[in-house]
């Protein structure tokens, strides 16, 4: 990837961040309840864990950090989706955003260790490891990503506080992070 496109890359995923923390400051989670406020913060999560990845600059917590903070993230809502404790496809999607990015984190190469122990996408010269893997999962971000942004524009206006943000915000995240995963195979 080109320095210039990895920046551009950083300023949409970052551009993504302040949605996320708007809702998070802005709306009544009292009503509408904990796994809506749950799935902005991994939201805001996930978005962080992409710019750290797509930064030339790279950041400041290690690979092995991430990998740790996305482990326990797809843990957690898988479980949270499997006991049903929450709306199961979303938790099940943000499950599934975790593990992409763990897989993207652990599949980069790392021999030479040119970066240190940081993460750095953004000037990794060869590709991930696992390339069906990448391929699955950069399949499922490109649909998931045309069906939010459908539902967005279907209910402009009509759903709960911050749903039209919510699924834009998964609409952009999901082409993003699908985009990556196809130049990374």
Same mark, same amino acid.
């Given at each position: 990837?080109?320095?210039?496109?990895?920046?551009?890359?950083?300023v949409?995923?970052?551009?993504?961040?302040?949605?996320?923390?708007? &809702?998070?400051?802005?709306?009544?989670y009292?009503? !509408?309840?904990? *796994?809506?406020?749950?799935?902005d913060?991994a939201?805001?999560? !996930?978005?962080?864990?992409?710019? %750290?990845?797509? +930064?030339?600059?790279?950041?400041?917590?290690?690979? %092995?950090?991430?990998?740790?903070?996305?482990?326990?993230?797809? @843990?957690?809502? %898988?479980?949270?989706?499997? &006991? @049903?404790?929450?709306?199961?496809?979303?938790?099940?999607?943000?499950? !599934?955003?975790?593990?992409?990015?763990?897989?993207?984190?652990?599949?980069?190469?790392? @021999?030479?260790?040119?970066?240190?122990?940081?993460?750095?996408?953004?000037?990794?010269?060869? *590709?991930?490891?696992?390339?069906?893997?990448?391929?699955?999962?950069?399949?499922?971000?490109?649909?998931?990503?045309?069906r939010?942004?459908?539902?967005?524009?279907? +209910?402009?206006?009509?759903?709960?506080?911050?749903?039209?943000? &919510?699924?834009?915000?998964?609409?952009?995240?999901?082409?993003?992070?699908?985009?990556?995963? !196809?130049?990374?195979?």
């Open positions: 990837m080109t320095v210039p496109l990895a920046w551009l890359f950083t949409l995923f970052a551009s993504l961040a302040l949605p996320c923390v708007l &809702r998070l400051v802005k709306l009544d009292g009503s !509408l309840g904990h *796994r809506v406020r749950n799935g913060l939201e805001l999560l !996930l978005v962080v864990a992409m710019v %750290a990845m797509l +930064s030339p600059v790279g950041g400041p917590i290690p690979a %092995a950090g991430w990998q740790a903070v996305l482990v326990l993230t797809a @843990g957690w809502f %898988a479980f949270s989706a499997w &006991r @049903g404790r929450a709306e199961g496809h979303s938790c099940w999607h943000h499950a !599934l955003s975790a593990a992409a990015m763990l897989y993207m984190v652990t599949a980069m190469p790392h @021999g030479g260790m040119v970066h240190g122990p940081w993460l750095n996408m953004s000037t990794m010269d060869a *590709r991930l490891a696992w390339p069906a893997v990448a391929l699955v999962a950069a399949a499922y971000f490109a649909v998931d990503a045309v939010s942004g459908v539902v967005a524009v279907q +209910s402009r206006g009509t759903g709960a506080p911050g749903h039209a943000s &919510r699924t834009l915000c998964r609409a952009a995240m999901g082409a993003g992070m699908g985009v990556m995963l !196809l130049a990374a195979v």
